[in-house]
């Protein structure tokens, strides 16, 4: 079973800098849909960047386009990043970690329906 773990949070100024790390354990395949969704209080759960484990697809939420960065440990694959700067207060959010085995399939923006495993999720907080 795919477990993955997110740190990385925290509290930052706005114009800060974060990065989250997302560990994954216990995967069988080789291929991957990865991504990062946010939560909002109050608000629904959407999708802030995603790739494959091939690196053949990447999606950016136009939000965070330019300012936010993708990336997997280039060793192993067993390590997702997300690089995030020039943060803002409607950065803030809890942020997830997302995978599923196989081929990434969205059409426009990624669904968390098509993610089949989960992190807990680290909380990101920005001060204006």
């Known amino acids: 079973r795919v477990q993955l773990v997110e740190s990385g949070g925290g509290s930052v100024q706005a114009g800060g800098s974060l990065s989250l790390s997302c560990a994954a354990s216990?995967?069988?395949?080789?291929?991957?849909?990865l991504g990062w969704f946010r939560r909002a209080q109050g608000t629904e759960r959407e999708a802030v960047a995603a790739?494959?484990?091939?690196?053949?697809?990447?999606?950016y939420a136009p939000s965070v386009k330019g300012r936010f960065r993708i990336s997997q440990d280039n060793a192993d694959k067993n390590t997702l990043y997300l690089q995030m700067d020039s943060l803002k207060p409607e950065d803030t959010a809890m942020y997830y970690c997302?995978?599923?085995?196989?081929?990434?399939?969205?059409?426009?923006?990624?669904?968390?329906?098509?993610?089949?495993?989960w992190g807990q999720g680290t909380e990101v907080t920005v001060s204006s």
């Open positions: 997302a995978a599923d085995e196989g081929s990434c399939w969205w059409v426009g923006t990624p669904d968390s329906q098509d993610f089949a495993h």
């Open positions: 216990g995967g069988t395949s080789s291929s991957y849909c």
């Open positions: 790739t494959h484990t091939n690196g053949g697809s990447v999606y």
